[in-house]
């Protein structure tokens, strides 16, 4: 088929090639109208439309997708088919790809991209529009988290202004995952463009509507976020899809002061003065407004000046840094920090905005800060303060699941101006071990920094001797506990050197800021037990995957309080649930005569007050009821059926 469409091309090449040549006496050149493109609308109808190709994304399974002559939507000829893979497939993590055309396609007049679709279960593709087109991307559309049942359905996806796509081969794309590690598959049908007159009321947005101010200098560029689009679909239903920025025409109120380009990028250019980002998508008015407060000048952070062979640098132009994971993770769902990272001058910041906590991770490979002494990091508030602010810093490291959180206080007039701050390990409170660092945690403690920029962030050695780690307990049990005798079968198990236990994504979160607990790891004759110390609460977490404990009947703990009790103390164990979001407690009483040894505590799953489910329990939470266990020892926990 292919052939015979270039065969075809090439006659229509020639003859126009003629015509060009016998015509051109008498007419100019710049008479002659310009080529359109062809306004096919069809994608995949019983197969590939001319000139449709498929590319499978990388780190996808290269042969996810295939045509399907059996399974199809209303005894069609054919439909697409993928194989969505299962956990850890060598040959992919995930089915997806780009469909797209040789030849630019003019769809400027329709509306939509529709097709129909099911699944062999109830399941939700990732990702799934139109506008990728291998290259500049530049009018992508796409929906996330698209749900699909056993039944064929129809869906819709709004063009949000088809005046832009003239010239696009971007026909078709997705992505999808597993779910919960398992693969499935799902059939595509019937997939084209469409003039529809029963999508309208459309609303756009930049900054998710919001109208913020911004203190800005002369040399910095972004890219605005925030961008959001929504229809009213014929269900009446508002749906939001994610468009590229190119579909937005943004306007700056003085382009003197700061532009902004085609792809959403604000250069400041000017200043001091103030200017203000609006957009609009064809005639509606994007809601949403940055109002840029140009200082003028960028005053960069202070050069460091410590010896680079004794520092190990995690973000500065200044020194060679260590590999780096990510520096927001965005940690849903109680994270709202998000970034608008920048660079002038060739020197590069960090920007943090709508600042509550955000986290930078460098577990690949691990940090071994054993012979640093110091945190050195350059902090600027750009908007002024009313009140004094707590900035805290929480350092984690991965090998002895342990954290410590330092916070210092930022007065009002010290706002709009570079902060150097230098903290001392030691004075990180519960970080026992530095030998495996892995994220460093910034927390705005009383809410009074909306934004920061950050930079030159690195561990040193002042050339004093290293901090020692915080000293072991006063008491350590001379003997392990006691061994478990519930069968294998009939276990769960979180953590015990008896049983094989499940995947733990912690076993101390230290939850900020509420949270005291330290935590440490011993070896009792082989035997590893986990010790908590300054103890108020502590949460074990199992959420990837969460465990069904539906079968089982009893939490089993072993704990050991090194110090002794002057009277009775109240030790509560709370459980959790992420698939029904529900949670569960039951307190044990432990008498005065009950420290300094091992207690076994088999808890029944039934007395845990709320747990109306536990077929996804993901934490595990111990707490100190009335303050009375400053510290315990912790083996043995795992669930067990009676």
Known sequence: MKANIFIRLSQH???????????????????????????????????????????????????????????????????????????????????GGVFYSEFPRDLSGFNALTFWAKASQAATIGEIGFGNDLGENKYVVSISGLTLSTGWKKYIIPIPDPSRLTAERGMFWLAAGNIDGNGFTFWVDEVKFEK????????????????????????????????????????????????????????????SIATIDENGRITVTGGPGNTTIRAHVGDVEAEGSLTIQSIGEFENAPIPTHDPESVISIFSDHYENVPVDYYNGYWEPWQTTVSADFEVNGDHILHY?????????????????????????????????????????????????????????????????????????????????????????????????????????Y????????????????????????????????????????????????????????????????????????????????????????????????????????????SNAQFQVELVDFGADVAGALATTITAGQSQQWISLSLPLDNFSGLTSRANLAQIIFVDVDGNIPSFFADNIYFYSN
């Open 459 to 566: 561990f040193f050695d002042d050339g004093g001797d290293p901090p020692p780690p915080p000293p072991p307990p006063d008491y350590i049990p001379t003997e392990p506990a006691p061994t478990p005798t519930h069968a294998p079968g009939n276990v769960i198990s979180i953590y015990s050197d008896h049983y094989s236990n499940v995947p733990v994504d912690y076993f101390n979160g230290f939850w900020e800021p509420w949270q005291t607990t330290g935590s440490a790891e011993f070896d009792i004759d082989g035997d590893n037990i986990l010790y908590y110390f300054d103890f108020n609460f502590v949460g074990i977490e199992f959420a990837n995957p969460t465990v069904d404990a539906t079968s089982m009947t009893h939490l089993h703990v072993h704990i050991y309080l090194p110090n002794p009790l002057s």
């Open 196 to 255: 529809l007159g029963t999508i309208a009321h459309p609303k756009f947005a930049i900054l998710n509507g919001e109208d913020q101010v911004e203190t800005s200098f002369i040399g910095i560029s972004k890219v605005i976020s925030g961008l959001r689009s929504e229809f009213n679909m014929p269900t009446g239903v508002y749906q939001a899809i994610s468009i590229a920025p190119a579909y937005f025409d943004f306007q700056s109120s003085d382009p």
């Open 13 to 95: 090449l020639a003859a126009g090639l003629l015509m060009v040549f016998f015509l051109g006496c008498e007419r100019e050149i710049e008479d002659l109208e310009l080529a359109t493109y062809s306004s096919n609308p069809e994608v995949f109808i019983d197969g590939f439309s001319p000139g449709l190709n498929y590319a499978a994304f990388g780190g996808s399974v290269p042969t996810a997708f295939d045509v399907d002559n059996s399974v199809t939507w209303n005894n069609s000829a054919a439909s697409m088919r993928f194989e969505v893979p299962n956990a850890n497939d060598p040959r992919g993590s995930f089915a």
């Open 353 to 457: 905005l709508d600042f509550n906590f955000v986290g930078i991770q460098f577990a690949n490979p691990t940090v071994d800060a054993s012979s640093m002494t110091h945190l050195h990091l350059n902090i600027y508030l750009p908007n002024p303060l009313n009140d004094n602010a707590q900035f805290q810093v929480e350092l984690v490291d991965f090998g002895a699941d342990v954290a410590g959180a330092m916070t210092t206080t930022i007065s009002v007039n010290e706002a709009q101006q570079w902060l150097t701050l230098e903290l001392p390990l030691s004075g990180f409170s519960g970080l026992t071990s530095r030998s495996n660092l892995a994220q460093i945690i910034f927390v705005d403690v009383n809410g009074n920094i909306p934004s920061f920029y950050a930079d030159n962030i």
